[in-house]
């Protein structure tokens, strides 16, 4: 039977060094961390079976980005993401099933472009903060079959869900980005569309999705309430 393997987040290296030596001389497999962006990626890209977490992490893991993203959708009046979703449940359910994904900004990065791809990196070592988390879905949407409209494609398809800026990176086209972003990688696979939802009063959203080149295609309902359906088919 193989040993488990382990993901040890640590940022205080003595105390890493001295659980990576436990760990080798009892002959586990384990990866090593020291931030919650590369916690996030780690999980996400290589299904540890243990986590070892230090709770004084030095950065924000991914539920922080939510939590800011949910604060400044209540200023702005928006009823999207205000009756407890996404919890930290959903996010943990994203980096179970390999959805999870942390746009993250190394520290000599000024603008967004220069930020790294929000992809699973092979050894999730993340030397910079996450400014952006998103789950990336490769394997289809069950509500999205059940849209009141039509949509312009009936492939496979990228969707994008739980997109959260940090508030120090809101405004300087983080979102953007990530979707871009999240395009190439659905064109690495060979996916032939880009479909997304959002709350009816999301304006920003909106606005972002014109910019971007989606389509309306119609309305998805959900427990929680009806959403905006769109969709960008990409060229052959």
């Not at 890493?16 to 080798?24: D, G, M, P, Q, V």
């Not at 030095?58 to 999207?80: T, Y």
């Not at 099933?97 to 050894?123: I, L, M």
């Not at 999730?124 to 039509?150: K, N, T």
Request: aromatic share 8%.
């Amino acid at each position: 039977m193989n040993k488990p393997l382990i993901l040890v987040v640590e940022d205080d290296l003595a105390v890493a060094r001295l659980i990576s030596t436990t760990l080798e001389t009892r002959n586990y497999q384990y990866h090593r961390v020291q931030n919650g962006a590369g916690a996030l990626l780690e999980a996400a890209s290589a299904r540890p079976d243990v986590i070892l977490l230090d709770l004084g992490l030095p950065d924000m893991d991914g539920m922080e980005i939510i939590r800011q993203a949910q604060a400044q959708m209540r200023a702005l009046g928006s009823l999207q993401w205000q009756d407890g979703y996404p919890a930290r449940a959903d996010i943990d359910n994203d980096i179970a099933r390999g959805y999870g994904y942390v746009f993250e900004k190394s520290g000599t990065a000024q603008e967004p472009a220069a930020a790294g791809t929000p992809q699973k990196c092979d050894k999730g070592r993340a030397s910079g903060a996450a400014i952006a988390y998103g789950a990336v879905v490769f394997d289809g949407e069950p509500a999205y079959g059940a849209i009141d409209g039509a949509w312009l494609t009936g492939g496979d398809y990228v969707v994008l869900h739980r997109l959260a800026v940090a508030d120090g990176e809101k405004g300087r086209g983080v979102a953007a980005e990530f979707m871009r972003r999240t395009e190439a990688l659905a064109r690495e696979r060979g996916v032939g569309s880009f479909r997304v939802d959002t709350n009816f009063d999301n304006r920003y959203m909106l606005r972002m999705l014109e910019r971007l080149g989606f389509a309306y295609c119609g309305k998805i309902v959900y427990g929680s309430g009806e959403r905006l359906a769109f969709e960008k088919p990409f060229e052959a």
